[in-house]
């Protein structure tokens, strides 16, 4: 019997890609290295002849080891433990593959790498693992098949030993040529019945509570979007910048139609409009001031929030349906003006009129879709005065900090020397949006530079506050510096302002390939918003930062779209597929089997009319209709019989061919040699008239061989014949046309010497 060679190497993949499955859910590269060196090196050993199993004594106290680290890192750490679990399952995995010795180690290597992808596919829901996971259980499914046979192998060696020199070299080798093609062909088969099963449960069955099951066993919390929880302090935007993390996918359409230039947009998130604490002097975060009324609404799939008047006509409708991954954040964004909000799922919201943000009441726990419905420009002030006097009773950012760049802000060559001596009694005044314009190009001038570094910030602005540091000394920080400065530059000369944080995209976060925009935590950035004559503004002081992104249509880029527009689909489509998807596909699918049904009907009985009709229709019996009719009936009924002769030709080609005895035979094999023994099966039916049939129990040179009563012209043909036979059958010999005509003149004169068929 052969040695199963295969299921080794099997082993080795099998391993490979559960511990890779692992390291790309739980982004440990780390743990993958360390253990793709030990699997290396165990294969270098065992394929050279070096390997010598570990003593007992030593793998267990290995295995106790682990065992210690694991709950230690569980107790000290804090974190969900699956992660520090599914390490211990890789490190119990090297330890018996350095143990192995009998089949029981390689059944258990087998069952932990299986644990092993359990605890992955909990933890992520990327398409690359999901692709991976494909893989791993065919490769799986094919390895645990050589398992068994080796099992089989073994045991039936043990039972009946064989000396290797009693068996067939050629028997030998021609089942180690056999073996893997029929292995490889059953997987394959199991395995794509078994994906089409999985497909068809996956679309179909019955889909209830229980999505959270083990969601607390995540090998690693979402990650937080700090910055957006309703305080800022100065380095929040900055460690989100330094994360490329992808977090959210936006489409968006303009009066119905879909945007796809990639045009630069402000995504907002929360507004912000106090600085510090107007009786503490070491309060140094912006928060919402308490005027911030907010309003809650109880939303769904078919009851959407409407917070203000839709656009006039004549004004654009920016329609966004946004894609959040779970982020820790209770922030929803949206573009400039949101007037409407629809999630795919039953929640409630929170919206303040006063500064035009949304915030679920809950965390986000899971991936969120919802659309918004924008005006793209943020709320007009209706009676201005009275409503500014309401809603800005007095500014409520540090006085101490305002003082102190109201100074700074004051001079002629910063803001226009006719504001120079303007009130700050009365918020809303003409020159506010001048006054803006002018604070803005002086924090874009040449003076002020963007940078993430900071590290000798503490040192270069003293005691000093950090935004009155940055604008009257350092005059280098991130975004969050600039919308800050801006901010309180204007609210110490009097003028209603505020920093708002969200994401700036642009045609670097555009996705040609889907036509979104892909938000990643770099693309968070703080701008400002001023109160003018005509609403609330939006000024960028620092637009021109520097941007180190690669702008253009690189081939590259385009790559990386188009994966993460798969990635995307596989989310939308799969990982978020729930019962109510699930109900819209059965309801789709009636649906349209009775709209087809219902059209085929309909077309049937035109049909059915038409022809009723056809006798009365002058026009059918003019030339051209009957030459057209003519040909088309011709073209029919050319069709038909050629169906006809087509299944009548398969027809005698299988009898032909079970006459012969190819039925066991593959189909086009049998069809082959079923056209060139077409003389064989003339024989046989030759001696059949002439009441010598073949027995089945006889093979062709058997029979042949018994007909030797015959005359011997006659009896020499028939071995002649039978000599071909086995030559085309098993010695892959191919008959022309000319050969094909020989052997039948051949048939003729041997049915000639025989004579008459037998009754006739």
Known sequence: MPDIRQFKGMLYLVLFLGITGFALSGEVPVLWFLAMIGLGLNAWLVRTGRFRPLPRWLANSLTLMALVYVMAQIALVGSPPLMFIGQF?????????????????????????????????????????????????????????????????????????????????????????????????????????????????????????????????????????????????????????????????????????????????????????????????????????????????????????????????????????????????????????VYAFRPDREMRIRYSPADESMQSTDMQQGMLDYETWSSGRLARPNIADRIVRQQFPQVQSNPRVLAALEQYTRRPEIIPAASVHRSKLIPLQEDNLAVAQAIEKHLQGPDFSYTLDLTDARELRGGDDPIVAFVTKMKRGHCEYFAAGMALMCQSVGIPARTVLGFKLDENDFNKVGGYYIVRESSAHAWCEVLTRDGWVSFDPTSSRIDHRTAGWGWWRGVKHFFDYLDFKWGENVIAYDRTRRENLITGMDRKSVRYLTETVNWMRDLKRWIADLPNNPRFWNFSSLFVGGIITLMVVGLFVFLIFFVTQKYRLRRRAERIGLDNLPPSRQAHLARQLVFYDRLMSLLDQHALPRPRHLTPREYAQGLSFLPPEAYDTIRRLTRLFYRVRFGQAELDAAAQRRLNRAIDALAASLGPPAGG
């Open 89 to 337: 399952l890789v490190l119990l995995q090297l330890i018996k593959l350095y143990e192995q010795r009998a089949n029981r180690d390689y059944a258990q290597m087998l069952v932990l790498s299986l644990l092993l992808m359990v605890a992955a596919s909990i933890n992520t829901a990327s398409l690359l693992f999901a692709v991976l996971l494909i893989v791993y259980l065919v490769v799986a499914l094919y390895c645990c098949l050589l398992f068994h046979l080796k099992l089989e192998t073994d045991r039936a060696k043990a039972a009946c030993p064989i000396s290797p020199e009693k068996i067939n070299p050629l028997t030998l080798r021609q089942d180690q040529r056999l073996l893997p093609r029929s292995m490889r062909r059953f997987t394959g088969f199991v395995g794509a019945v078994s994906i089409a099963l999985a497909v068809l449960v996956f679309l179909f069955f019955p889909r209830g509570a229980g999505s959270g099951v083990l969601g607390q066993l995540q090998l690693k919390p979402p990650t937080s979007l700090t910055g957006f929880s309703g305080k800022m302090d100065f380095q929040t935007v900055a460690r989100i910048k330094q994360n490329n993390a992808e977090i959210a996918r936006v489409f968006l359409w303009e009066d119905d139609r879909p945007i796809k230039d990639g045009r630069p947009f402000l995504f907002r998130g929360i507004a912000l409009d106090a600085y510090g604490d107007r009786d503490r002097n070491d309060n140094r975060e912006w928060s919402r001031s308490g005027r911030n009324t907010e309003l809650v609404y109880e939303v769904n799939r078919e009851i959407s929030a409407s917070f203000s008047v839709r656009p006039r006509a004549g004004q654009p409708v920016l329609h966004q349906r946004v894609s959040i991954q779970p982020n820790g954040s209770s922030v929803l964004f949206a573009l400039e003006g």
